[in-house]
DNA sequence: CGATCATTCAAGGGTTTCATTGAATGATGT
DNA sequence: ACATCATTCAATGAAACCCTTGAATGATCG
């Protein structure tokens, strides 16, 4: 390792960075931890793999500097280290939106018909929300909404819209927004509220990229 | 590979991306490509690989959209396919300076006290380039310099510069620039005028980031 | 056409990475 | 102290990755 000409050892220490992303559930691993701090036990859960599995990924990711871990009590929690990483993750996504047809094919068979969807920008919603003239909906779970949300948002799940319409005020544009630009929530989330008749778009990133902008975000006090 | 559920077949995708820069050789490659247009041949003696290596690492980064391979004669020649790849390389850059240690060990240690060179940004240059206050000189390898250069740049590599002395004014400052940030020739120009008295500074990226910042460039005519 | 050269292909063996399993660790609560 | 629970460790086998070697391809040139 350290005994190669030094160019080459920069090159081997670039590419442990890129390691450390090249794989699918380390990548699901750290969109769940772009929301927040959360225990191996969750994670593993969201992600659907084996407690011990996540483990190991969460330490390869832990030695390459992209997250930290905390324990309290019997819980160890795990964290990003630094918003770098969401950079690193954005540079990912826009060369494989453009480059590869596989990325827009499964996009498309899966969100149904973006473009109608017809995205808000961050700015355009920071506008908006100046002129108080749109109700933010935040369709995540409870638990990520509670770590932080966009300042005024309301917290439905999709499966609880039904239920709860009686919230939502149907004069009002809703801008609806969740996890990241591939979280499916926010497009089930609108798919149904136009089934109803509601005025409603998507915001065209997630929780974790209007923090990163620096924007404002609120926390449910414990 | 499509029998999965869409969300972890984006990942998977995602993760392709991400492994096509996972590798040393593919960054080593990356770099030079960064320079402009080569052949196998040529990139496999850059980096010190066998041909049918180096030819490997070309079609898997051709396979992730990476690079282009073009036919011309008897030689193929790989280009980069989008300058979006040169942001993925600076968000692995950033995040190894800043979290892994053995990246600052080995940059101190190889580029020996680097903040004493105080780098000057591309801004700065552009400026003084501007005001005609610089003389502005490229350490890289002929064939480089002809594919494309800083304007008005003046090419004179290391083991030349003893030589051609008498081509600098000692009056005016000098900006010496290279490959990229982690490329030792300039700084190694840098100590060898300043042991003749010359007022030097390096540039703080190289001409792949001047190009990509959208900054004029002059290539040698044909 | 036949020779030559740059590149790619195909097969091999060696190394690394990955998921699973069951045991070990370390903190909590009774 | 003992039982419990979250996490990590260690070992195993399977799969993926990587480099080398030698043959195949496809273009140029005599």
Redesign the pocket.
């Known amino acids: 390792m350290s005994s190669k000409d030094p160019k080459s050892a920069l090159f081997t220490q670039f590419a442990a960075v890129a390691?450390a992303v090249?794989?699918p559930?380390r990548l699901a691993l750290l969109e769940q931890l772009a929301q927040g701090e959360r225990?191996?036990?969750?994670l593993?859960d969201r992600i659907r793999?084996?407690?011990?599995?996540a483990?190991?990924?969460?330490?390869?990711m832990r030695r390459a500097g992209f997250v930290a871990?905390r324990?309290e009590?019997?819980?160890?929690?795990y964290s990003l280290t630094d918003d770098a990483v969401l950079n690193l993750l954005a540079a990912v996504r826009r060369i494989a939106e453009k480059q590869l047809a596989e990325v827009e094919r499964v996009v498309r068979s899966y969100f149904h018909d973006r473009d109608s969807l017809e995205p808000v920008s961050r700015m355009e919603l920071v506008e908006r929300i100046r002129a108080d003239v749109v109700t933010v909906l935040d369709v995540r779970p409870e638990d990520e909404y509670a770590l932080g949300h966009l300042p005024g948002a309301v917290n439905i799940q999709v499966h609880e819209l039904e239920k709860r319409i009686a919230d939502l005020d149907p004069a009002r544009e809703i801008v609806a927004y969740c996890r990241g630009p591939y979280c499916v929530l926010s497009y089930e989330a609108v798919a149904a509220l136009r089934a109803r008749g509601f005025n409603v778009r998507r915001l065209e990133d997630g929780y974790p990229e209007w923090r990163a902008a620096g924007l404002p975000v609120e926390t449910v006090r414990v």
Do not use: D, M, P
């Not at 225990?39 to 969750?42: I, R, T, Y």
């Not at 793999?49 to 599995?53: D, E």
């Not at 009590?73 to 929690?77: M, N, P, R, V």
């Open positions: 390691k090249a794989h559930h225990s191996v036990e969750v593993a793999v084996s407690t011990a599995n483990s190991q990924h969460l330490q390869h871990a324990r009590g019997k819980f160890i929690y």
